[in-house]
């Protein structure tokens, strides 16, 4: 069998060395969806030296995120999550095994669990009627992306933290929320030294000079925080996560040591990915409902009715506004924040669909392309958020992986129902506090709907829209 041609799913042909890494273009997840109309839902890459496989539909993503999960359930490495994530010892990057499993616990046991969410949700309310007060009597175009983004920031740094971190207490003159938006449209690009890893001395992009900047503010600041805890170390106090992980870190008991590293790893997961992905998911509900004032009246007039003209929202409203709750998921299908879920990595060679896989192959996932497949979702490009008002649909669409924004399987994003809680809590309170216009007269269609590619896939440009209060409690 020696010399014997392994089986792979159909692909582009490669290039010497660099091998398909040139069709990835400036938004990979778009490209991908692309090459996928001529290969097939499972296609195969090379890039550079590395065997990548493609999951372009949900019938492939559940067989390799469900009925072979434990197969794939690692991570490669990378030199953005070697910088930003302490060697891979976070959550999202670090390899399936025991401290993956012990840490992802005590992240949702102390921030994530429905009991700990009830417990913040005094947090959230007063984050968001904070934003709202500091909007409402604005006079010009209200920056949403920036506002959205300081929200998220405050309730992810409060809950994680203890505290609000303001720009200005961020180190070497960088914001926190720049620092996190950077730091994630470098860690989402195609590093060729990882794919290459020969010529990843020569930093041909430039990537790896970003990498250690941000990395050196990132460090300075979260050394910051658990420097503040130590200093602290006040009794009968309710712990936030830096004071269980600095406990944990103490415990010689414990079944895998956790160093300072690893609480930094786990501390900037919480922030950057509570922070960017739900503020981002805010963004692009807020773009296509200026797009589509007859749907942005429609869930005002929800609103109206659920909540009344003489309140704020309430977190305890939400479970009535099934309209709402549409729109946050046809956005999310749409516009899934991390449109190429994070790489998979095969443990072991294997056989999957007839084809045989070897081991360390990786595997990305285009959630953006499974969002927007004809087959499942009829009229796929239109935003048309009364396809979930059907009961039941949106459970039978997640079994079948057709809607998987947090992705599937075990890894899978654990903080998928904060992510929820937040994003319609914040929308529903910006459309129920004021209306909104989009500056200059400009028409719905006329607004660029453009994207950057990252971990996260944001906005090119900052969304901009012109208030009218509604409530006059606010004012």
């Known amino acids: 069998m020696k010399g014997r041609k392994r089986r792979l799913p159909p692909g582009p042909f490669p290039l010497p060395i660099i091998g398909n890494l040139h069709l990835l273009g400036e938004l990979p997840h778009q490209a991908l969806a692309a090459l996928s109309l001529k290969f097939g839902p499972l296609m195969s890459l090379r890039l550079g030296s590395t065997l990548t496989l493609v999951v372009s539909s949900p019938d492939m993503a559940k067989d390799f995120l469900k ?9 490669p490495p990378s030199a953005a999550a070697n910088y930003f994530w302490y060697n891979c010892t976070d959550i999202g990057f670090a390899p399936y095994g025991p401290y993956w499993r012990q840490v992802r616990k005590v992240c949702v046991l102390q921030m994530l669990s429905s009991r700990r969410l009830d417990y913040f949700r005094f947090i959230r309310e007063e984050e968001v009627s904070a934003m709202i007060r500091s909007i409402a009597n604005s006079d010009h175009p209200v920056n949403i992306s920036k506002t959205v983004s300081t929200l998220l920031s405050d309730i992810m740094c409060r809950m994680a933290f203890g505290r609000k971190y303001s720009d200005q207490d961020s180190i070497g003159g960088k914001g926190i929320n720049s620092m996190i938006k950077e730091s994630f449209v470098v860690a989402g690009a195609f590093n060729f030294g990882d794919y290459i890893p020969y010529l990843a001395w020569m930093d041909l992009q430039g990537l790896n000079r970003r990498l250690k ?6 460090d300075d600041f979260l050394e910051k925080i658990l420097d503040e805890h130590v200093a602290q170390n006040v009794p009968n106090v309710t712990r936030d996560l830096v004071d269980v992980l600095l406990a944990a870190s103490a ?13 930094k790893a786990i501390l900037y997961d919480m922030l950057a990915a509570g922070t960017d992905t739900s503020s981002t998911s805010i963004e692009w509900a807020m773009s296509e409902l200026l797009r589509n004032p007859p749907l942005l009246k429609k869930v005002q007039d929800e609103l109206e009715r659920v909540v009344g003209m003489g309140r704020m929202v309430r977190e305890s409203d939400l479970p009535c506004l099934p309209y709402l709750q549409a729109v946050v998921k046809e956005t999310l299908r749409l516009h899934p924040p991390s449109p190429l879920a994070l790489p998979h990595l095969s443990v072991e060679a294997c056989n999957v669909l007839g084809y045989e896989i070897p081991q360390n192959t990786r595997v990305l996932v285009n959630i953006w392309a499974i969002g927007r497949n004809p087959i499942s979702w009829e009229v796929a490009e239109r935003f048309a ?10 459970d039978e669409k997640v079994h079948n992986c057709e809607w998987i924004p947090f992705g599937a399987g075990r890894r899978g994003c654990p903080g998928e129902q904060l992510g929820m809680l937040v994003v319609e809590f914040a929308l529903a309170q910006l459309l129920h506090c004021f209306d909104w216009t989009l500056p200059d007269k400009m028409k719905g269609e006329e607004l660029d709907m453009s994207e950057r590619f990252g971990l996260t896939v944001r906005r090119a440009q900052d969304l901009s829209a012109v208030l009218t209060p509604r409530l006059t409690v606010v004012l």
Do not use: V
């Not at 900047?213 to 990132?218: A, E, K, L, P, S």
């Not at 958020?385 to 949106?394: D, I, T, V, W, Y």
């Open 67 to 75: 009925t072979h999960d434990l197969l794939f359930a690692s991570r």
């Open 213 to 218: 900047d941000i990395h050196t503010i990132q």
């Open 251 to 263: 415990d010689k008991e414990m079944e895998i040591q956790i160093t300072r590293d690893n609480i």
């Open 385 to 394: 958020p009364e396809r979930f008002m059907q009961g039941g649909s949106l």
